[in-house]
């Protein structure tokens, strides 16, 4: 269903690309400071007009506007996910304008949404509609903290890229990926995957949303306020992403719901089975259900390393 | 109800001490390994011949038995609790004739388990009955992987360590105290906490046993298959601790029974809710549950940085 191959190794380019960048929180910021960092021009736009002006100090040559988005190599969309569409909504026409997807004139357009359905169907249709170029990406970076006062150029250093295409017929795919893999090289990332919308929601409300969910449920035991002197790393790793930017993940939790819950459903009846088996005072079962994590956790490990 | 104290200096010593260890597993390796690097004279024994021939090799100078047993200035049980128990009764009479603990002769017996009520009612009935010195200890340290092999010098250097103390008069009490932290000093250990046996076991059930039973819960999920490229820190980190050894937390799980029971049953109560606002669709619901597990969160972390 995915493939994963290794990062193209960027190569010398004639001339330094421009990159629009929407929105300057933690990943719109880190993408900025990367680009800036391997000598792209950027310009950007934020809501927020100290953000702005932070970010006018050191990175940003101008702002991102109708005059520039033709000159844009790239435009990564790096807002919450309904705000990224608003944006997309309001400069169809002027990107349409600007663009011939067919020649590879014009700029490329990437989110950077957690979730990739909603803003995915809405976005490839503008796409269509207007006549520019538009992939769906998802970064799997990030860190507890959020704002551009923690972006970093090397936040996407040897992380894992997720590339959702339109759905195109093979070569011009393939055109339109290779020219995302170039505009992204100077940002180091360490492998890319291709999928669908739809498989990436699934996996995603397991690997990440049900993490964040399962940390913020952790730290809710009134137990949590005794545990000084008492917790050892197994404590600090289950509870570490318990802090979380509750606006931006409730956005994304709902746009994935349906996966979401039911991957919630699964874990409720996991740890139901470990209760029952400690209520009933059976070892044993215990000791079987126990062994059957181990067992999977080790499998998946070894697939992993292979 | 609990304190944290500073580890002591450890200071000279008139003569190298002799440390008995029974059970040469990774928590029973490591105090080996630290006392032998510190100079001390280790004796130990283990139910496993390999184990034993490689720790005569290089760390152990004799095996512990009734010979040795009065020789000994600390005893460390580091098998599994009820083989921890059975090692006690047979050798009560001989630490008892060896002991005079209102004199401060004869050796201090700890434990390590990770429970500490089964083990410590039974440990403190022989001590009082025969007539030597026991108090329950709970290093708060390990790795995902067990046995002699993997045990190192280093393993409980900064780490907390747990101590449950008898029921004894405040003079006799810190004068034991007193005693344990000289012995322990070589190992290195960060802060020393006293508490009771059942705050013990009603923390730890939560802090460390659920972290467990959680982390081997959220594997269990079908998706945890087809995640390949799409995870980022925070599944690393839920899942870490899925790889356990089944038949020793079995055990610890079943002794304390109670308090784990009712840790799974928050904790599956908390993710029920975020489930609920999820299917009726109500993201500020949803925003206001992320929100206060992060409140709790930030709250527990500035509390542990004052």
Redesign the interface.
Request: some cysteine; overall charge negative; charged content about 20%.
């Given at each position: 269903?995915?493939s994963?191959q290794d990062a193209p190794a960027g190569g010398a380019r004639a001339a330094q690309p421009t990159i629009g960048i929407v929105g300057l929180g933690l990943i719109g910021g880190s993408f900025a400071r990367a680009y800036a960092a391997a000598g792209a021009r950027v310009v950007a736009c934020d809501t927020d007009e100290d953000t702005m002006d932070a970010a006018m100090i050191e990175t940003v040559e101008a702002v991102l506007d109708d005059e520039e988005i033709p000159g844009c190599d790239l435009i990564i969309l790096a807002a919450y996910p309904d705000a990224c569409i608003e944006w997309l909504e309001e400069h169809a026409e002027v990107l349409g304008a600007a663009s011939a997807p067919e020649d590879g004139r014009g700029p490329v357009v990437i989110d950077t949404a957690g979730v990739k359905a909603a803003v995915c169907a809405r976005a490839f249709e503008l796409a269509r509609a207007h006549g520019f170029a538009f992939v769906g990406a998802h970064p799997?970076?990030?860190t507890e903290h959020s704002g551009f006062a923690h972006a970093r150029a090397n936040l996407f250093q040897g992380?894992?890229m997720?590339l959702v295409p339109p759905a195109l017929d093979d070569t011009a795919r393939l055109h339109l990926l290779d020219r995302v893999h170039t505009l992204l090289a100077p940002v180091g990332f360490g492998?890319f995957?291709v999928t669908t919308p739809e498989?990436?929601d699934?996996?995603?409300?397991?690997?990440?949303q049900?993490?964040?969910?399962?940390?913020?449920?952790?730290?809710?035991?009134p137990?949590?306020?005794?545990?000084?002197?008492?917790?050892?790393?197994?404590?600090r790793?289950?509870?570490?992403?318990?802090?979380?930017?509750?606006?931006m993940?409730?956005?994304l939790?709902?746009d994935d719901?349906e996966n979401?819950?039911r991957?919630?459903?699964?874990?409720?009846d996991?740890?139901?089975?470990?209760?029952d088996a400690?209520?009933a005072?059976d070892?044993?079962r215990?000791?079987?259900?126990?062994?059957?994590?181990?067992r999977?956790?080790?499998a998946?490990?070894d697939?992993?390393d292979s």
């Open positions: 269903m995915m994963a799997m970076a990030g992380a894992p997720v492998t995957s498989e990436h699934a996996v995603i409300a397991y690997t990440s049900l993490a964040h969910v399962v940390s913020n449920a952790y730290v809710k035991s137990t949590a306020r005794e545990h000084h002197g008492f917790s050892a790393g197994s404590y790793d289950l509870t570490r992403v318990a802090h979380l930017n509750p606006t993940w409730a956005e939790m709902c719901a979401l819950s991957e919630i459903g699964r874990i409720i996991a740890l139901a089975a470990y209760r400690l209520d005072g070892r044993e215990l000791r079987a259900l126990l062994a059957e994590g181990d999977i956790k080790r998946l490990d697939e992993r």
